[in-house]
């Protein structure tokens, strides 16, 4: 059987070659790929199992003006989603359902979000700022649901609560749309960003660079451990110039009230730095920070936004008569010239009426303010004529933005023939009475009322109101933001700025403002009753003060609206504000001089 | 011819050893290494153990006595093979969906990599014995039946992976016995037409545009059930091939009746089994050819296993990312990584260096049985040796070219190398009678 045909062997060979060819093509395909294509795939691959979790810088703090801390990040759990290559969709959906359960959300919007990123592959945060007991439920998920996990995030965190909510303002989610402009400057679609207040208006500073962990997953999502990181770069930290202890003093003040609403702020009268600003009602910043499901249902509806210091238009009442006083005395008339008051002042077939029905008798400049007594002012008033007035009020910033760079901010109101003709309406004596006592149509804010006000302090400098004195780089730099900066100086004779600020004196030591008067400071004041044809008068309280014998370092207009009568809502508030600006052991010992000084007059 | 009876260096062919020692050691170390992760490794490792250890001893009783006894004993093992078959159907574990595994205490062994061996050498007996008549059609129709009830019985398991190497087998074991050319191109066209018929009807069931707009496309997917438009086509053929044959007379053409008639029957039956095969064809096997016809249709699905396995080749570079750190080995992104897609694992972990030393091993030893068959003492050792060259050629082809995007997805695993006790065993003994087969080249001593 051994003589088979071996010409056979030809077929064979044929095979053979057939075989080598095929695998010739093979090692030809894995050069190409392998050494070839290889930077290309090791890429791939490497972008395979890495999967980048950004973390959130911490933003920069927010001290006051001694570097007590306002506004600053504490550690807060976020739970994050990283899409794996499960293909499973019943396994998405299971996810996203039990997840509904302990997020209170709805699970067709999480479903929505867990097929994005799968879509997208990028890891989502599918919530933030997780309370503890929820956190330990989360925390089984991770072992049920790959790609579910728990990390640790800086978060914001207000200590003071809504102690100037108004001015730091709150942080948010973007919007769709903005998130389109700021895209380009890192932030991602879930990053947070300033709101309102200094969060908005210094996001550029207090924001970091976001860093990143390069995380090894495995197919399922699962997180492996860190193999490469980005550290962040924390924000800018801003010092203000707010004092946190007049801030508490005067927003306590505010809200303890008898309508709890109003507006107050403090400067320094030698900077016009803010040291307090206040509106009430305010709201907690970290309400916005919560977690949706532990956040009131309707909080934006009820927030209170409205800034009162800075957006609440009042009638200045007779915080007014200082500057009717200026104008009268710069027009010529004697401080000394005195009108009897008998509790009514006739105009024509009008009267008007004094706060003391039977009268204060014949005052002088200084007796007309110390009692607030209107008859004084209106005789004044129409001595010194409407045109000055309005000319002096607008001098001292009434109907124009005091620039304090605040969004929102306004105007007021100024009231006197120009602004009248301006609207083509006349003017009329009754016109001037009632602009006597800073009635009628002028309407000042909190803020342009102590610009007014720091400016009789410091003879004549309106000062631009600000807040942010510098910017803290975390590398240690400090860059001054705002820096003091005059808007005008009004020039008056300098026995005139005696004759006001003698005449302050004397309110607050034996006139209406008595509440306010502390030992071993040197208050003066001036209440003010703003009469509101819609309800309770408005309440205001304007004062500066300083060490006895020293220059005033504080200049503060409070505002209660619907408190009633000046001296007894604005006062207490006034008190406490001067008070915290001059803690007890940094008081002068009362001396003598002050008073005689306000007997000799 | 040297003489080199008796001594033990001629009997044994120690290159086919060493070759394959050298890719069994590649294996079992990206066995170890891709299985490592998984929650039942031991287990994987204890049977790799297991099988390199039965396959070792199947591989020297493969060498033991002569071969020629598989030729006496014909009968004997295609009744075993046969009955086998029967009872893994009636008996088998089902895995996956096939029936296709019997349980032993330790194991599970998959029976139709037995049967693959031995229709191999039943049909190198069929084929050895019938080789004066070579050049009939009873040869290749005569092959054709003797591994058709093999094929028909893994159909029905149903496992179409497992029958995929059969053709090669055939074809190969024609080819090299010497059958009449025309014949085999006839048989190629049968099989062919049987396998490209339902990548035909997947591709236009995926381009539901194409059978819309014309009328021939729509007419070829209606094709896809036992129905009238088959029974049309099949009498179209008939037709057809008729009036051709009336045509070429009346031109005077000299031209034989039987071939119209048997074009006519290969294409029918041709359309008959793809319908057949269509209809056996499972969901992840139509999508493998989606994957591999439009791999964008699905970028998540089917197509993702080939992805990723070229990315785990491509990335392995030159030099690889050394043994146990492939990432996407490890870290789950390559499926079946130590099974179908072991050859990913290598092109991860050992690089270019390692994949290249695979085909050249491969090379060595496809050298060697080529070899062994060329120097055989008769038709039948040579036939042997055919039949496992093409069998081994064909899986290493398929399993690396698929590993590298070349051809469709198929379960093919690479002999030597993948995990999968079966095949390793059964592999074995096959290299154990083509040493065999090499060790009695010479007729006398």
């Known amino acids: 059987m051994a003589h088979w045909d071996r010409g056979l062997q030809d077929r064979l060979n044929i095979l053979w070659i057939a075989c080598y060819a095929g695998s010739a093509i093979l090692g030809v395909r894995l050069l190409h790929v392998q050494v070839i294509r290889n930077v290309y795939y090791a890429r791939v691959a490497e972008s395979n199992r890495t999967q980048i979790i950004h973390q959130s810088a911490p933003r920069g703090k927010i001290t006051d003006r001694r570097g007590a801390v306002i506004v600053t990040n504490k550690p807060a759990f976020s739970l994050i989603y990283l899409p794996g290559e499960t293909r499973d969709a019943s396994r998405v959906a299971g996810l996203a359902k039990t997840l509904s359960k302990e997020l209170h959300e709805d699970s067709e919007g999480l479903l929505k979000k867990l097929r994005e990123a799968h879509e997208e592959e990028t890891a989502i945060h599918l919530a933030e700022n997780i309370p503890l007991k929820t956190m330990f439920k989360l925390s089984e998920l991770k072992t049920i649901y790959p790609g579910v996990d728990l990390i640790v995030e800086a978060r914001r965190y207000y200590p003071n609560g809504a102690i100037a909510g108004h001015l730091l303002g709150y942080m948010g989610r973007m919007d769709k749309s903005s998130w389109r402009r700021f895209r380009r400057d890192g932030y991602r679609i879930d990053s947070w960003i300033g709101k309102a207040g200094l969060e908005r208006s210094y996001e550029r500073q207090l924001r970091g660079i976001d860093g990143e962990s390069r995380m090894e997953v495995d197919a399922q999502g699962h997180l492996k451990r860190k193999i490469g990181e980005a550290p962040w770069t924390p924000g800018a930290n801003l010092r203000l110039t707010i004092d946190l202890n007049i801030q508490r003093a005067v927003e306590e003040g505010l809200r303890a009230s008898p309508s709890g609403i109003g507006g107050a702020v403090v400067l320094d009268p030698r900077s016009g730095a803010i040291l307090a600003i206040a509106s009430t009602p305010s709201y907690d910043p970290n309400i916005f920070l919560l977690p949706d499901w532990e956040r009131p249902k309707d909080h934006l509806k009820n927030l209170h936004e409205f800034n009162r210091a800075i957006q609440g238009t009042y009638s200045p009442g007779s915080t007014f008569k200082m500057l009717v006083g200026a104008s009268m005395l710069e027009s010529g008339i004697d401080s000394k010239d005195t009108i009897y008051c008998s509790g009514k002042f006739t105009l024509g077939r009008r009267t008007f009426r004094c706060l003391r029905k039977q009268g204060h008798g014949r005052v002088d400049w200084i007796g007309g303010i110390t009692h607030s007594c209107n008859v004084y002012f209106y005789a004044m008033g129409l001595r010194t004529k409407g045109a000055v007035i309005e000319r002096f009020s607008k001098m001292f910033g009434f109907g124009s933005k005091t620039g304090s760079g605040f969004k929102g901010e306004k105007s007021g109101n100024l009231f006197g023939p120009i602004a009248r003709k301006a609207r083509k309406r006349g003017w009329y004596e009754g016109d001037t009475v009632n602009l006597s006592i800073g009635q009628g149509e002028l309407l000042a804010t909190p803020i342009q009322m102590a610009v007014y006000v720091a400016a009789i302090a410091n003879r004549g400098t309106l000062w631009r109101p600000f807040v942010v004195s510098q910017v803290i780089y975390p590398d240690g730099t400090e860059e001054p933001v705002q820096e003091k900066k005059k808007n005008s100086t009004v020039k008056l004779a300098e026995t005139t700025w005696d004759h006001l600020q003698e005449g302050m004196r004397a309110v607050v030591t034996k006139g209406t403002g008595r509440r306010v008067n502390i030992p071993g400071i040197d208050v003066r004041g001036k209440t003010g009753t703003a009469e509101n044809p819609l309800g309770e008068d408005h309440a205001w309280f304007v004062a500066f003060a300083g060490r006895e014998g020293e220059e005033p370092t504080v200049a503060l207009a409070i505002l209660v609206q619907h408190g009633g009568h000046g001296s007894a809502a604005a006062g207490p508030i006034a008190r406490k504000a001067i008070e915290a600006a001059f803690p007890p052991g940094h008081r002068v010992q009362l001396s003598a001089p002050g008073t005689a000084r306000q007997e000799d007059l | ?445």
């Not at chain 2, 020629?68 to 009872?87: G, N, P, R, S, W």
């Not at chain 2, 055939?170 to 490209?196: D, I, K």
């Open chain 2, 1 to 445: 011819m040297k003489s080199e009876s008796g001594s033990i260096r001629g009997r044994v062919d120690w290159v086919l050893v060493g070759s394959m020692l050298g890719l069994l050691l590649i294996g079992t170390v990206s066995i170890l290494s891709a299985a490592s992760p998984l929650p039942y490794y031991s287990q994987i490792i204890q049977k790799h153990f297991l099988a390199l250890g039965v396959g070792t001893l199947l591989f020297i009783f493969g060498l033991s006595f002569n071969y020629q006894i598989f030729q006496d004993q014909a009968k004997m093992i295609y009744a075993l093979v046969i009955l086998i078959m029967i009872v893994v159907l009636v008996f088998g574990e089902t895995n996956r969906g096939t029936r296709g595994w019997i349980r032993f205490p330790m194991f599970s062994f998959q029976p139709s990599e037995l049967a693959r061996l031995g229709t191999l050498l039943v049909l190198a007996n069929f084929l050895d014995r019938r080789a004066k008549s070579a050049h009939r059609v009873s040869y290749v129709l005569g092959a054709f039946a003797v591994t058709a009830p093999v094929m028909a019985l893994i159909l029905m398991e149903p496992d179409f992976s497992g029958t995929l190497p059969f053709f090669p087998m055939l074809l190969a074991m024609l080819f090299c016995g010497g059958v009449n050319l025309a014949h085999l191109f006839a048989m190629g066209s049968y099989a062919a037409l049987t396998l490209t018929m339902p990548l035909i009807w997947t591709l236009l069931s995926l381009r539901p545009d194409w059978v819309s707009s014309s009328a021939v496309l729509g007419f070829l997917i209606r094709l896809r059930e036992f129905d009238i438009p088959l029974l049309i086509a099949i009498a179209g053929i008939g037709l057809g091939s008729w009036l051709i044959y009336k045509i070429m007379r009346a031109l005077r053409l000299n031209a034989p009746a039987p071939i119209f008639i048997v074009a006519a029957a290969i294409l029918s039956a041709g359309l008959a089994s793809g319908v057949l095969i269509d209809h056996q064809l499972k969901g992840y096997q139509r999508n493998r050819f989606v994957a591999f016809l439009v791999p964008q249709a699905d970028p998540r699905g089917a197509a993702y296993n080939v992805r990723q396995a070229q990315v785990a080749i491509g990335s392995g570079g030159l030099w690889g990312k050394g043994v146990f750190s492939g990432t996407q080995s490890r870290l789950g992104f390559l499926p079946e990584r130590h099974t179908d897609f072991i050859y990913a694992v290598i092109g991860e972990e050992l690089g270019f260096v390692g994949t290249m030393a695979v085909l050249a091993l491969y090379m060595l030893l496809l050298w060697r049985i080529v070899n062994a068959a060329r120097l055989a003492r008769d038709r039948y050792g040579y036939l042997v040796c055919s039949g496992v060259a093409a069998i081994t050629a064909f899986y290493l082809l398929i399993n690396v070219g698929m590993c590298l995007g070349l051809v469709p997805v198929a379960g093919v695993p690479l002999p030597f190398v993948s995990y999968g006790g079966s095949n390793l065993a059964i592999t074995l003994l096959s290299m154990g009678i083509v040493g065999n087969v090499y060790s009695r080249r010479y007729a006398f001593y």
